[in-house]
């Protein structure tokens, strides 16, 4: 019996979990001592990867063990690291199998920020290339498994395109993009990356924005905490701090939405599609108000001539979102944001929970089959296209 409660689930948000030793071995010798330490070598955090390898070993040399993980898979001791199929392919089928999905975005984790991290953009650059290299190693065994391949945009329009050609020889049908062009850079809307847009939407793959690659997971200005208490410890991961910075969490994406519909990038390439994955979905209604409004308010104050369509309209043409389990999508899906939102359950990562089904389906009580036929596949389908 599988995880999904239907036959046509497609997930929009899973996560590998990438070996301390993973990206070294996708590297090219020139940068493989160079990259910075994995976890920027936290004792603790590798600790508990050097145990979950070791319980990975024992599930691989006992069927016993193996079976009490395949019944528990879903639970809280089975998330991050200690995941079945978090960091192995040939086990990610097997939980691909239990889970019961038709179809997985698989974004990169720890790696992706190791790379990133890097000192010189040089080393990032050949990092990013092992990164992308990895990705397609993990979801090659899996027709199932959609790996996102990490184009960086900070580097000019010329290097995206060589990035964004590379995967495209490497059959990815999904790519990561930065969300906040560099200090001192070019709008991502700028003329000079139509080359870019215009080879995406050439080749009809999906776009995605995800957290932690928008520059800031953590938007709050530190003075906000200056309020007689103490700075709320980040824990490690994506995720905002506290309250407060959840608050922010969706601010980096809706601006550069916002900039590409005012800058006319969907205008000049209708067949672009981007996803906005673990970045909550709750501020999709309001947002849709505000920017039409925006609109509305400006568009005798600035050249706004190729804005063809109310604002509101490119993002019911363009956008998807995917919710965090918990987040009233029942409302979400009646309140005008059917045709936006992915079913994602961000596993094996903590913050998809033990049963991000159960979560979601407790907010559908009132919403009809079509809606959730529209959540569960159809947007995902929509999202894809012709590489699904």
């Known amino acids: 019996m599988t995880y999904a409660h239907r036959k046509d689930i497609y997930d929009a948000d899973t996560h590998m979990m990438e070996r301390p030793d993973w990206i070294v071995e996708f590297a090219d010798k020139e940068i493989k001592n160079q990259l910075e330490p994995f976890v920027e070598g936290d004792k603790g955090t590798l600790t508990r990867i050097d145990k979950a390898i070791s319980n990975f070993n024992e599930r691989n040399s006992s069927q016993t063990v193996l079976n009490k993980a395949k019944e528990e898979f879903m639970g809280w001791n089975h998330k991050g690291w200690d995941g079945l199929g978090a960091f192995d392919s040939k086990e990610r089928k097997l939980a691909n199998d239990l889970l019961g999905f038709k179809g997985h975005i698989v974004f990169p984790t720890s790696a992706f920020d190791q790379v990133i991290a890097a000192k010189s953009d040089a080393v990032v650059m050949g990092g990013i290339n092992a990164l992308n290299r990895g990705m397609a190693a993990f979801c090659s065994g899996d027709s199932r498994m959609h790996g996102a391949a990490y184009i960086p945009f900070q580097f000019g329009a010329e290097i995206a395109l060589e990035y964004l050609q590379e995967a495209i020889k490497n059959d990815f049908s999904v790519i990561l993009i930065d969300t906040i062009p560099p200090t001192g850079g070019k709008s991502f809307t700028h003329s000079d990356y139509d080359i870019v847009w215009k080879e995406i939407e050439d080749f009809d793959m999906a776009i995605t924005l995800h957290v932690g690659v928008d520059g800031s997971w953590d938007p709050v200005p530190l003075p906000f905490y200056n309020n007689g208490g103490s700075v709320p410890e980040h824990k490690e991961g994506d995720a905002p701090r506290d309250a407060l910075a959840y608050m922010g969490i969706a601010y980096n994406a809706e601006i550069f939405l916002a900039a590409m519909i ?25 947002w849709m108000k505000h920017l039409d409004q925006s609109y509305r308010a400006f568009r005798r104050l600035q050249d706004l001539s190729h804005v063809k369509l109310l604002p509101s309209e490119y993002v019911q043409k363009h956008i998807k979102v995917t919710p965090f389990p918990g987040e009233d999508i029942g409302w979400l899906l009646t309140s005008g944001a059917e045709d936006l939102l992915m079913f994602a359950s961000d596993y094996p990562h903590h913050e998809g929970t033990d049963d991000p089904i159960g979560r979601y389906e407790k907010t559908l009580g009132q919403v009809d089959e079509i809606k959730k036929k529209k959540f569960y596949s159809e947007n995902f389908k929509s999202f894809l296209g012709s590489h699904l």
């Open 262 to 286: 005012f800058d006319g990038v969907f205008n000049r390439f209708p067949k672009l599609r981007v996803g906005v994955v673990e970045l909550s979905a709750s501020w999709i209604i309001s």
